[in-house]
């Protein structure tokens, strides 16, 4: 088991419509959790960082944290094509190391239509 | 600002060659890392470095070594590449557990 679990998709959805991506991890030490989109050919860019149980909003993305389901979120509102892009989680915890590691899923592919 | 810069963009090897990927950021964070990217795979983490003077395994340690030469700069050494170690390579740095920033990454094929 993959300590980051996400459907690697891809998710369709279209134009205007409620985009929403999950991610669950192993390690239930974990304190951070973020949300990185990523551009065909480029580096991971952060869309939001989320620390505490419930919901955190920023313009048309809202991340959602459950420790207790050891679950994350990301939902995108009135999704854009300009939002197709792969979409990462990453989690800061200890994996059986002495110090925090950022580790990350697999990614979902987003595809919005137009 | 530069944010983190990683060098070089493009590398092509032969099996059994060496070489370094550098990477300096000058945001002043005291955490650095280096991932590898594969189809299908997301980011793998090879290396970390809490702060300067530590690192410590990641995912996928095994073939790589890196050096925190100071507090801007973590490298990262192939001894002897393999095919296996095509992939594209991205540093990153933070400041403690905050957000992690990436470089622009480096295609390295390995032939």
């Known amino acids: 088991q993959k300590e980051v679990e996400q459907n690697s998709g891809p998710l369709s959805v279209p134009e205007g419509a409620i985009a929403s991506l999950n991610c669950t991890y192993s390690?239930?030490?974990?304190?951070?959790f973020f949300w990185y989109r990523q551009y065909s050919g480029k580096s991971p860019e952060l869309i939001m960082f989320?620390?505490?149980?419930g919901d955190k909003e920023d313009g048309r993305f809202t991340a959602q944290l459950n420790k207790a389901s050891q679950y994350v979120s990301l939902l995108i509102r009135d999704s854009q094509p300009s939002d197709s892009a792969t979409y990462l989680c990453?989690?800061?915890?200890?994996?059986?190391?002495?110090?925090?590691?950022?580790?990350f899923g697999t990614g979902t592919l987003l595809a919005v239509q137009p | 600002n530069a944010g983190v810069t990683q060098t070089p963009k493009f590398q092509v090897l032969k099996t059994g060659q060496s070489m370094t990927l550098q990477c300096a950021q000058d945001?002043?964070?005291?955490?650095m890392y280096w991932y590898r990217q594969d189809p299908g795979m997301g980011l793998r983490l090879i290396y970390y470095?809490?702060?300067?003077?530590?690192?410590d395994k990641g995912e996928v340690p095994n073939g790589y070594n890196v050096s925190r030469l100071n507090k801007r700069e973590f490298s990262l050494r192939l001894e002897s590449a393999a095919p296996s170690q095509t992939s594209v390579y991205f540093c990153?740095?933070?400041?403690?557990?905050?957000?992690?920033?990436f470089g622009q990454g480096t295609r390295l094929t390995v032939v």
């Open positions: 990453a989690v800061r915890g200890l994996y059986g190391g002495a110090t925090n590691k950022l580790i």
């Open positions: 945001m002043n964070h005291n955490s």
């Open positions: 989320i620390y505490s149980n």
């Open positions: 990153a740095s933070s400041l403690g557990d905050s957000t992690a920033f």
């Open positions: 390690d239930r030490g974990s304190q951070s």
């Open positions: 470095s809490a702060s300067e003077g530590t690192t």
